[in-house]
């Protein structure tokens, strides 16, 4: 059965991650950058012939036109940037009122990436007129989203649980199945931001493991947090200044990161949510193989929708299931390998095979944290889902990456009002 297929899946990266973290940041630069001067990193890719036939079908299913805003969300180093800037500029058309935004998470991916840009100014004079950002932001949807709509929920309407699966770090299915069985009114006044009281402590700890007490007290803390009703007792101690209730001044000092927290990890995110970029923002919306790399990436998908403009495209890619990559290097390396070079050149194809080798490996680990849990690649029915699920229609998939195909591309539209 598919459901419980996915099911366990899911308990079972929840398990790997429990007890591990992961330093984004730190993997995601040295991914992107590489772990030295010498190397490339990522624009080590463009080399690839598969690589850049992936690009021209990302590029050409995008079909991005002068006059339009243009999004290229998790950007990395720019190599989809570079290419749809490109397209705009190669047509030679007036390219005014055209706006070109990319976002990451890395700063130093961010510089390559708008250098890029400024490079391809230079041979394309006309590509000065548009209007360019380039924005380092945390594409992972806010980990306090969720807990924020039920706070906000009318009072007759009950909070349930289950719309917090899949939303929390160290909220586990498991545990919200187990905690199904505490009493409605009990848990929405839980998860609403109810202080608890001695009372319904002692009914709690009766009726549930230490663990799960736990787990509510971290869900009514983070709740409280978006009311601004949390005292210093509820920061970790190294963050607290005296004691009592928080004054609205302290308040603004405070992140989800300083609450003191058993079992959830809620990020580092302000009560008002993270920063975004502006509804209905741009016409057309690029995610380049980075889908998977997000905890809600469903979360995602929605955010992306908002941000379009009516009539608006989206563009997402991952890597398929199961994939495997390294034919596309192994050939690369053949290919290398095989050429006749003068002496001059003979460093540089060292180099390159070198360069290859080292990117094969990153690569080889990234897959690795995909089997571990980390990260997650969808196949066709996942992505299909997603996208139905945040409103999009006229959906299409294409395969693209190499032969066999490696890669999973889907479009889709924002419906007109």
Not at 339 to 345: E, P, Q
């Amino acid at each position: 059965d598919r459901t419980e297929l996915l099911d366990l899946l899911t308990r079972e990266r929840e398990r790997v991650m429990e007890n591990e973290e992961l330093d984004a940041r730190r993997y995601w630069k040295g991914y992107l950058i590489g772990e030295s001067e010498e190397e490339e990193g990522y624009d080590f890719y463009r080399k690839l012939t598969d690589f850049k036939e992936f690009l021209d079908d990302e590029v050409s299913l995008l079909n991005p036109e002068p006059g339009e805003s243009i999004a290229d969300l998790g950007c990395g180093t720019g190599l989809v940037s570079e290419a749809i800037l490109s397209s705009l500029a190669v047509n030679g058309t007036d390219l005014r009122g055209t706006r070109f935004t990319a976002v990451d998470l890395i700063d130093e991916a961010l510089v390559k990436a708008e250098k890029k840009y400024q490079k391809l100014c230079t041979s394309y004079p006309e590509l000065k007129v548009v209007k360019d950002s380039w924005i380092s932001m945390d594409l992972e949807p806010d980990a306090l989203a969720g807990l924020r709509n039920i706070v906000k929920q009318p009072e007759d309407i009950p909070a349930v649980i289950t719309d917090l699966r899949e939303r929390i770090k160290g909220l586990q299915s498991e545990t919200i199945h187990r905690l199904e069985s505490i009493p409605k009114t009990m848990m929405s006044d839980i998860l609403k931001g109810n202080r608890i009281g001695i009372e319904m402590q002692k009914e709690l700890d009766s009726n549930t493991s230490a663990g799960d007490s736990l787990v509510l007290t971290d869900l009514n803390r983070a709740a409280r947090f978006i009311l601004g009703d949390i005292d210093e007792e509820d920061l970790k101690p190294s963050r607290r200044r005296g004691s009592g209730r928080l004054s609205s001044n302290r308040l603004v000092q405070v992140r989800s990161s300083d609450l003191l927290l058993a079992a959830m990890n809620l990020g580092d995110w302000s009560r008002e949510g993270k920063p975004s970029l502006d509804d209905s923002s741009f016409d057309v919306i690029c995610g380049s193989l980075f889908l998977s790399y997000l905890f809600v990436p469903g979360e995602a998908v929605k955010e992306f929708f908002r941000m379009l403009k009516p009539d608006g495209r989206l563009l997402i890619s991952t890597m398929k299931p199961d994939s495997d990559i390294s034919g596309i290097f192994t050939r690369y390396i053949q290919e290398q390998s095989s050429m006749d070079t003068g002496s001059d050149l003979k460093e540089r194809k060292e180099d390159n095979l070198r360069e290859a080798r080292s990117m094969l490996n990153e690569a080889a680990a990234l897959f690795t944290l995909e089997e571990d849990g980390w990260f997650r690649f969808f196949d066709e029915h996942e992505l299909i889902t997603m996208m139905r699920n945040a409103g999009f229609t006229n959906i299409r998939v294409t395969e693209s990456l190499g032969k066999p195909a490696q890669a999973l591309i889907i479009t889709g539209r924002k419906k007109k009002v």
